[in-house]
């Protein structure tokens, strides 16, 4: 299979070394929109550089979109129109209009699409979901999420991703509803400014918390952090009648116990979200090389996708205005 690969940045970069990787991927044309980079990149893999993204989704089977995320829905419409299947880096677009315009175009075009939520493919959600599925956990009653990173972004990064809601709380949006199955109808959410300036300068924050209802009235809480001196720090925690699982809790964990003679867990903290999730990454590659081959079904579509944008956006404008807000009321 002949892949078209667009963004090659950071993450962009790492998911090429994969998509490159796949037994079943015979060829990679790599575009950027900083040409040297992907020249550099390309180079490095040991695949083609091309210089537009036309030239990228010319002559493939599939194309995997890791641009900025203001290029997105224009990427995947184009893709859509050219009768390729799609992987995309989460978010779809930056608001919800993007997003629906994108649903509206891969719905129209037929082409199979698979979005960027790679905790689904994460050992330890997968476990949950399975414990909350079977009813191991019993009538499950709360939940806790935390997305800490280590170290902010780069402050150029900032004003343009969206805020920590959509940037960054949309993985723990997505993972709550796969868990659990459940949708989420009101959110509160709020922040605080503790660090760099760019942050309330963009209208963002670099400390966030939230409490989310589901629509079966059980009740999940949110914490985050661009500071998180400890390390990199993911974790889910699902609390039922019959017992609790904690995602993310292993020797790896950025966490020390203040009790005495506890030296769980004794690890090293992970820094970065490519260390912490590297099997899931690869493992989401390989579910779109068979998704692309028409071998499997989506395991996350755009409209999944659109209705995790939903709760980031209900957060982004509670946070604002200071207030609860129902998700039905972002999504007229």
Known sequence: MRVGFVGVGRIGAAHAQVVRD????TAVRVADADPVRAGKVA?????????TPAEAFTDVDAVVIAAATSAHAELMIAAAEAGLPVFCEKPVAPDVAGTRAVLAAVEAA????????QRRFDAGYTAARE?????????????????ADAE???????????????????????????????EVTTVYATGANRGAEVFAASGDVDESAAVLTLDDGTLATLQGSRY???????????????????????????????????TFPGGTPFREFWSRFRPAYEAEIAAFVD???????SPCTVADALESFYVAEAATLSRTEGRVVRIAEVKV
């Open 22 to 25: 796949h037994p079943a991927v």
């Open 43 to 51: 180079a490095e893999l040991g695949v083609e550089a091309v210089a």
């Open 110 to 117: 037929g082409v199979a699409t698979q979005i960027g939520f």
């Open 131 to 147: 414990a909350v599925r079977t009813g191991a956990l019993g009538e499950v009653r709360r939940l806790h999420l935390i997305t």
């Open 152 to 182: 902010p972004p780069h402050p150029s990064y900032v004003p343009t991703s969206g805020g920590i809601y959509r940037d960054c709380h949309i993985h723990d949006f997505d993972i709550l509803r796969w868990v659990t199955g459940r």
């Open 228 to 262: 998180n001196g400890a390390g990199y720090d993911v974790r889910m925690e699902v609390a039922g009648t019959a017992g609790t699982h904690v995602v993310g809790l292993d020797e790896h964990a950025a966490l020390t116990s203040a009790e005495p003679g506890v």
């Open 291 to 297: 998704v692309a081959r028409g071998e499997r079904e």
